[in-house]
């Protein structure tokens, strides 16, 4: 295990839902980020906090909203998603600072808007 | 432009052949170079990294060459095992940005 986990690992939900996803990291990181994984894409960053401040909000559709209440925990909540939301959604977290910075990647989120 | 360009989109090969992956960047500015290795299920997960200052570092199977001059490096996997099948990911970042990953090369070795 990298250290890093994600609730729920799979989730199913309508348009009209509202749901949302945890990520929690174990490694004393100061920087988390979510990340959106479709197939045949490359990862594509969709937030990133720094000691628990927005820093990167990659032109990010507003029915995706995330929060990070402390350094340890990020979450990404959802609402009124599309079908072409569907895909994996990772967390992953660092230690920031410096061009070595490597991320720990959790397992992922499996989305499925029906 | 801070764009990798990973090449081929998938990958077969036997066991204990060579498996070779090849990326591309346009951005000087790069100064570090993992490779992620993901496994179906999992998140990616680091496997290998290299410094433009070197021109190869090799860890067990696994070896990256990188050629400065011509903006490429690569992965290369020797004796492939099954267990080896993963999807890999090129990725490069120099300091104050973000780590800007390839489209991935999903790779199949057959017993």
């Known amino acids: 295990e990298t250290g890093v986990t994600q609730t729920p690992r799979h989730l199913v939900m309508g348009m009209t839902n509202k749901k949302s996803l945890k990520c929690e990291q174990h490694?004393?990181?100061?920087?988390m980020y979510w990340y959106k994984q479709s197939a045949k894409k490359p990862l594509e960053l969709m937030f990133v906090?720094?000691?628990?401040?927005?820093?990167e909000n990659n032109s990010v559709p507003s029915r995706f909203s995330p929060e990070c209440p402390n350094s340890s925990h990020l979450f990404l909540h959802l609402h009124t998603l599309q079908p072409e939301d569907s895909a994996l959604y990772l967390c992953?977290?660092?230690?920031?600072?410096?061009?070595?910075?490597?991320?720990?990647f959790g397992p992922g989120t499996r989305l499925l808007v029906l | 432009q801070q764009q990798v360009k990973q090449s081929p989109q998938s990958l077969i090969v036997q066991k204990g052949g060579i498996s070779i992956i090849n990326c591309a960047y346009e951005?000087?500015?790069?100064?570090?170079f993992p490779w992620y290795q993901q496994f179906p299920g999992k998140g990616p997960a680091l496997l290998i990294a290299?410094?433009?200052?070197?021109s190869e570092k090799k860890e067990g199977r696994f070896t990256i060459s990188f050629n400065k001059s011509a903006k490429q490096f690569s992965l290369h996997i020797m004796d492939s095992q099954p267990g080896d099948s993963a999807t890999y990911f090129c990725?490069?970042?120099?300091?104050?940005?973000?780590?800007?990953f390839g489209e991935g090369t999903q790779l199949t070795v057959n017993p």
């Open positions: 992953a977290s660092s230690q920031a600072g410096g061009s070595m910075e490597t991320q720990y």
């Open positions: 490694l004393g990181h100061n920087a």
């Open positions: 906090y720094n000691f628990k401040e927005q820093t």
């Open positions: 951005n000087t500015a790069f100064d570090y």
């Open positions: 290299i410094r433009p200052d070197v």
């Open positions: 990725a490069a970042i120099f300091s104050g940005s973000r780590l800007t």
